[in-house]
């Protein structure tokens, strides 16, 4: 079991204030669940310590990781809203009773429902905090699924697959992704999981010897011509991802490229591409196989040259060459957006992580449909200096479907679930789910009503926009309603959503 020296050892440098306020929470878990026992038989501590530790090792702030610590005392034990408030605070309840609210969010088994349940899952949350809570949470429910009845094993297994590892790989958590997916595999597909196990140890019985060998030749190379802050790794590709490839490739283990991958993780932009030089001189680059992320980033933010090289001793290669930042984001996506040191502990509520990031770019208008022109006025002045942050805008663009079939983008577009859907935020971050095609029309309805029937006009992501403007998917829109402002006939030309169009068909014709 973790202990709360454990978990407080991976925080960088906590303040006083932020390791009592974890001690306490570690406490009140383990007094709260002290008479519960894992399928294990362990203490049910072992859980929630480890869910602790593991954001405390992603570098979450200290309110998630308490809110981790406290995750299933509501829903499991007598503790209730009020004392996680009174002990904790508003915030610490707000994360819990998000993680416990997506309890209830149930897999039904059929595509159909998969995919509403997705969305479900990510509006659900309304603060990032909840899913990765959540995620971190799944991940260790995983890593003991062996305990648990065989009845049960399939569902979760398949519900970590179809729900979890699609939100996980959206949010850029590859790490986790990758973890989940490996765990869930033998479950869910028992024979392909053992197919690919064996086609792996034949094919590479000493995979980490020979990457191994094949680092410290390029380590002594890069030493070589100068460049000196530079950190190696490897990594033998997902079971559950080549698992994918195999299918594709018609199972020929010699036709996938990336099984062995190395990383160079290198202090700046400029140093990539110089490392990316060096590697071409040192070892035969594949033709077509030189991918530059860090110009053309993934859809879900990632950055990264990747190139595929033979080796003196004849061994394929892929090489992944990113800075630290880059890396970090490519291992823990939002999350690492997240940091530590954005946010110390104090008393301050903050109801919402998506509007911690988005700053109040306007007042809201959103929510009051009946402001003043006054306050109008007053909310177009304020001024705005911090950036949208990049995954946000990035959250679901299009996948480039005609990309070259061998890369990974087709893998990403199986499991994009956004295809139809665009999900926009309100100015103070809340989630807001439409179709494809939508407009600004469709989000004043899908607000409130008296919102859509009053709307004067839009900005997107602060810009004043015609209300025809098809909205995107990260887009922060705000409306500005006026009291005299009405539905026009011109609206059903644009408005996608059926709700839109019945509210402004009933006002048009309670007008006439
Ligand atoms: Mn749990």
Redesign the pocket.
């Known amino acids: 079991m973790h202990s709360i020296q454990d978990i407080l050892s991976q925080i960088h440098s906590p303040s006083d204030a932020d390791k009592a306020l974890i001690k306490k929470a570690y406490d009140y878990a383990a007094e709260a669940h002290k008479d519960h026992k894992r399928y294990s038989g362990e203490p049910y501590m072992t859980?929630?310590s480890s869910?602790g530790y593991k954001l405390a090792a992603m570098g979450m702030e200290p309110r998630t990781i308490c809110a981790g610590l406290l995750?299933?005392t509501i829903e499991d034990t007598p503790v209730t809203s009020e004392d996680i408030e009174r002990n904790f605070g508003e915030e610490v309840l707000f994360l819990v009773e998000g993680v416990t609210k997506l309890s209830s969010v149930r897999y039904y088994g059929t595509d159909r429902h998969n995919e509403s349940l997705r969305k479900l899952f990510v509006a659900t949350s309304q603060d990032i905090r909840v899913l990765i809570i959540k995620l971190v949470?799944r991940l260790?429910?995983m890593e003991t699924l062996g305990h648990v009845p065989a009845e049960k094993q399939q569902r979760i297994a398949r519900e970590t697959l179809e729900i979890y590892v699609p939100v996980a790989h959206r949010l850029g958590m590859g790490k986790l992704r990758k973890e989940l997916e490996d765990l869930a595999f033998p479950y869910v597909y028992p024979e392909e999981s053992k197919r690919v196990a064996d086609i792996l140890t034949k094919r590479f019985s000493k995979a980490e010897e020979i990457l191994e060998r094949e680092r410290k030749i390029l380590q002594k190379r890069l030493a070589e011509v100068g460049l000196i802050d530079f950190h190696t790794s490897f990594r033998v590709k997902g079971r559950y991802s080549l698992y994918h490839k195999l299918k594709r490739k018609e199972w020929d283990i010699d036709s996938i490229y990336d099984l062995l991958a190395m990383r160079i993780v290198v202090n700046s932009v400029e140093d990539c591409y110089r490392s990316l030089g060096i590697i071409h001189e040192l070892w035969r680059p594949l033709p077509q196989r030189v991918k530059d992320y860090i110009a053309f980033p993934k859809p879900n933010g990632y950055q990264s040259l990747h190139t595929t090289v033979t080796t003196q001793n004849g061994n394929i290669l892929e090489i992944q060459i990113r800075t630290a930042q880059m890396h970090r984001e490519s291992e823990f996506g939002v999350a690492s957006h997240i940091l530590y040191k954005q946010t110390t502990v104090t008393d301050e509520p903050k109801p919402s992580m998506f509007g911690a990031l988005i700053p109040a770019l306007f007042r809201p208008f959103t929510r009051r449909a009946t402001a003043s022109e006054d306050e109008i006025e007053k909310s177009v002045s304020t001024p705005h200096s911090q950036k949208i942050p990049r995954w946000i805008s990035q959250i679901g663009q299009t996948y480039n479907e005609t990309e070259n079939p061998t890369s990974d983008f087709v893998e990403d577009a199986e499991s994009d679930f956004f295809s139809n859907r665009i999900f926009v935020f309100t100015p103070i971050g809340d989630v807001v789910d439409l179709p494809v095609g939508a407009t600004s029309i469709d989000f004043a309805y899908a607000i409130h009503s008296e919102v859509g029937d009053h709307t004067f006009g839009a900005k997107v992501n602060r810009k004043l926009v015609q209300l025809d403007t098809e909205l995107k998917n990260g887009d922060i829109v705000e409306i500005e309603t006026r009291k005299s402002a009405k539905p026009s006939p011109k609206w059903l030309h644009f408005a996608k959503t059926s709700l839109a169009r019945r509210r402004i068909k009933s006002a048009l014709e309670t007008e006439n």
């Open positions: 859980h929630t869910v995750h299933d949470d260790h429910n």
